[in-house]
């Protein structure tokens, strides 16, 4: 009898458990990372006897928790993976709405500002006209500055969104850390035997921490877990956690840098809400920003010189049409010398959407491009009169630079935001040509003279008059002095202007070139002026500025589309991790349900064999009572 009570005692005891596990299971069919657990009955050793081995009854060897420990991994490097693509689609996506949007995309006003400048060559003298292109210009101006304002603002909002993502990390490093504390004191308590709902509270905490970056991690000894970051950065070791930081990046320009113990390591990091923000950032919206700034220092720079070449109705040379752009050069605060940087613009067409290092070496200043990391080749000193010069920049030196002293060069990333019309008075656009020429009556050539063209408008004797006479049909003089030489079709070039010569002169020709008079009907600098938007502005001069524009709003659109699709593609390889963990992990309330019916029986036919037990062991001592 004291066999059969055992055995009925040990069933009785192992089906409740049976019973309170699938309990458990059904209590926490909702809850997030919970993990099916299932009682593991074992049959202990029998007692040895000349008749056979009698069994002992059952036991419970452990409460097992039904999990995947690869399919967990890969769930959280999709997860990592989707969470990144869906923050880059969000913004790509936004991106490409405020460069192409309907009521926000550059072409229109773009191509309303050189319609105006069109309808200004046709009509110079009207104020009507002169008053349009200003007008188109400030619109042209303020759209530049609305796409600005509204990328800087997508810059600022992904640096409060990286702040609250490290925030995250490192408080679900904490957590992580207490419950390796937990986990290694708990199983150590119970010889080994698994904390199954703080395994599963870990796991999604792993899971958590995984769509916010990409992690790795190694299970340690003494079942506790140290996780680290894709580029190696230890989160958690054992009980304690080492924590992210954000701060601001060495040249002081605001933009916030992830740290660890005081070292910058943005760039090691991927994967998750984190990763999304950062490579959006650098991927996206700097170079956006970037091309941004280039379309609209070309508009300024090849506006401004051609306006600058013009006669305006007061009969004064032109002047600025638009407010120079200027780039950002910013000193590393590492720096030991004093010297600043002025950056302007040279040869616009050289200029590239690139930022730049700029570092003083022993041998002198290099200029390293840090989209390509290649040196770019410099001329010059660097002083007022003789700037360094390369990719299009002119660099100005002020006070005194040391060895090993750093700046960030940012030609165009805020040029757009700089862009403003300068003129307000029609009567100021330069829309003639500074200089006419007159051929006199009695040419017998059958020479014809172009409107002088400008070569250099700040030639301090351009508008000086000059009379050149033909000794012969191969020479000339200018002003009664000098021979010089002329072959056809070569322009002559005096006082930082050329004149071009149709057809052949003959001696005694004669043509006077003077000043251009206030008020006056002609159009040249105003077709010049029009003439801009089919010219090659950019790209070395094989890009106008609608293609360079054109192609900014196709590169933002192309992200847009390429990142949407990337994220739609991950979300169903995460919905199918998801799936297969649920099949694995999962509680099933049928299966529960049912399961919940076999333990009762069991746990009452248990208890029936202890019944049978007590009534055989009351027959017992009644019989020996006697």
């Given at each position: 009898m004291a066999d059969i009570l055992s055995i009925g005692s040990s069933a009785l005891l192992a089906y409740s458990r049976?019973?309170?596990?699938?309990?458990?299971?059904?209590?926490?069919?909702?809850?997030?990372?919970?993990?099916?657990?299932?009682?593991?009955?074992?049959?202990?050793?029998?007692?040895?006897?000349?008749?056979?081995?009698?069994?002992?009854?059952?036991?419970?060897?452990?409460?097992?928790?039904?999990?995947?420990?690869l399919v967990n991994t890969r769930l959280m490097g999709d997860a990592s993976a989707y969470a990144r693509l869906d923050v880059y689609a969000g913004y790509a996506s936004r991106?490409?709405?405020?460069?192409?949007?309907?009521?926000?995309?550059?072409?229109?006003?773009?191509?309303?500002?050189?319609?105006?400048?069109?309808?200004?060559?046709?009509?110079?003298?009207?104020?009507?006209?002169?008053?349009?292109?200003?007008?188109?210009?400030?619109?042209?101006?303020?759209?530049?500055?609305?796409?600005?304002?509204?990328?800087?603002?997508?810059?600022?909002?992904?640096?409060?969104?990286?702040?609250?993502?490290?925030?995250?990390?490192?408080?679900?490093?904490s957590a992580l850390a207490q419950l390796n504390e937990r986990l290694a004191l708990a199983q150590g308590q119970f010889s080994r035997q698994p904390a199954n709902d703080l395994l599963d509270q870990r796991d999604q905490l792993l899971q958590d921490l995984s769509e916010r970056i990409s992690i790795s991690t190694v299970m340690q000894d003494d079942g506790s877990l140290n996780v680290f970051t894709a580029g190696g950065q230890a989160l958690v070791l054992g009980t304690r956690a080492t924590p992210l930081a954000v701060a601001g990046d060495s040249y002081g320009s605001g933009r916030l840098e992830v740290t660890q113990g005081g070292a910058i390591v943005t760039s090691q990091l991927g994967g998750g809400t984190l990763g999304g923000l950062l490579d959006v950032r650098r991927e996206v919206l700097d170079p956006a920003r970037r091309e941004l700034g280039r379309v609209a220092a070309g508009?300024?720079?090849?506006?401004?010189?051609?306006?600058?070449?013009?006669?305006d109705a007061y009969g004064e040379l032109g002047g600025l049409f638009f407010?120079?752009?200027?780039?950002?050069?910013?000193?590393?605060?590492?720096?030991?010398?004093?010297?600043?940087?002025?950056?302007?613009?040279?040869?616009?067409?050289?200029?590239?959407?690139?930022?730049?290092?700029?570092?003083?070496?022993?041998?002198?200043?290099?200029?390293?491009?840090?989209?390509?990391?290649?040196?770019?080749?410099?001329?010059?000193?660097?002083?007022s009169a003789d700037p360094l010069r390369g990719a299009g920049l002119e660099l100005t030196v002020s006070g005194s630079a040391a060895v090993g002293d750093r700046f960030l060069l940012q030609p165009t990333a805020h040029?757009?935001?700089?862009?403003?019309?300068?003129?307000?008075?029609?009567?100021?656009?330069?829309?003639?040509?500074?200089?006419?020429?007159?051929?006199?009556?009695?040419?017998?050539?059958?020479?014809?003279?172009?409107?002088?063209?400008?070569?250099?408008?700040?030639?301090?004797?351009?508008?000086?008059?000059?009379?050149?006479?033909?000794?012969?049909?191969?020479t000339y003089q200018i002003n009664g002095s000098g021979s010089y030489a002329y072959s056809p079709g070569t322009p002559i070039a005096v006082n930082g202007w050329s004149l071009g010569l149709s057809g052949t002169p003959a001696a005694g020709d004669r043509y006077a070139i003077a000043r251009g008079a206030s008020n006056s009907g002609d159009n040249s600098n105003a077709q010049a002026l029009a003439g801009i938007s089919t010219r090659g502005v950019l790209e070395g001069g094989r890009s106008?500025?609608?293609?360079?524009?054109?192609?900014?709003?196709?590169?933002?659109?192309?992200?847009?589309?390429?990142?949407?699709?990337?994220?739609?593609?991950?979300?169903?390889?995460?919905?199918?991790?998801?799936?297969?963990?649920?099949?694995?992990?999962?509680?099933?309330?049928?299966?529960?349900?049912?399961?919940?019916?076999?333990?009762?029986?069991?746990?009452?036919?248990?208890?029936?064999?202890?019944?049978?037990?007590?009534?055989?062991?009351?027959?017992?001592?009644?019989?020996?009572?006697r």
């Open positions: 049976a019973l309170s596990t699938t309990s458990h299971n059904i209590s926490n069919v909702n809850t997030p990372g919970y993990s099916r657990q299932r009682v593991e009955l074992a049959t202990p050793a029998g007692a040895g006897s000349g008749s056979g081995f009698v069994g002992s009854g059952v036991s419970v060897s452990t409460i097992a928790r039904l999990t995947d420990g991106v490409d709405a405020q460069l192409s949007g309907a009521d926000t995309n550059l072409a229109v006003p773009l191509q309303s500002f050189f319609g105006a400048a069109n309808a200004l060559a046709q009509n110079p003298t009207s104020p009507a006209a002169r008053q349009s292109l200003i007008g188109s210009a400030e619109t042209l101006a303020a759209m530049f500055n609305d796409s600005q304002a509204q990328l800087d603002s997508m810059d600022a909002e992904i640096d409060a969104r990286v702040r609250v993502a490290v925030d995250d990390i490192n408080r679900i490093g508009i300024a720079e090849a506006f401004n010189a051609q306006h600058a070449q013009g006669l407010t120079p752009p200027a780039g950002a050069a910013l000193a590393a605060t590492s720096n030991s010398g004093s010297a600043g940087i002025t950056l302007g613009f040279g040869d616009i067409a050289a200029l590239s959407p690139d930022d730049y290092d700029l570092r003083l070496l022993a041998s002198g200043w290099q200029l390293t491009s840090r989209s390509t990391g290649n040196v770019v080749a410099l001329s010059g000193t660097g002083s040029v757009a935001g700089q862009m403003s019309v300068t003129i307000n008075d029609p009567m100021r656009v330069a829309a003639a040509s500074p200089l006419r020429v007159t051929a006199a009556i009695g040419n017998t050539g059958s020479a014809t003279a172009t409107t002088p063209m400008v070569l250099d408008a700040s030639s301090a004797n351009l508008l000086d008059p000059v009379n050149i006479e033909f000794i012969s049909a191969n106008t500025l609608a293609q360079a524009q054109t192609a900014l709003v196709a590169d933002a659109g192309l992200d847009a589309q390429q990142s949407a699709l990337r994220r739609n593609a991950q979300s169903a390889v995460l919905t199918q991790a998801r799936n297969e963990r649920e099949a694995i992990s999962g509680v099933n309330l049928d299966e529960e349900a049912a399961d919940l019916v076999r333990f009762q029986q069991a746990y009452q036919a248990a208890a029936r064999v202890i019944q049978v037990a007590d009534t055989l062991f009351q027959t017992l001592l009644q019989a020996t009572g």
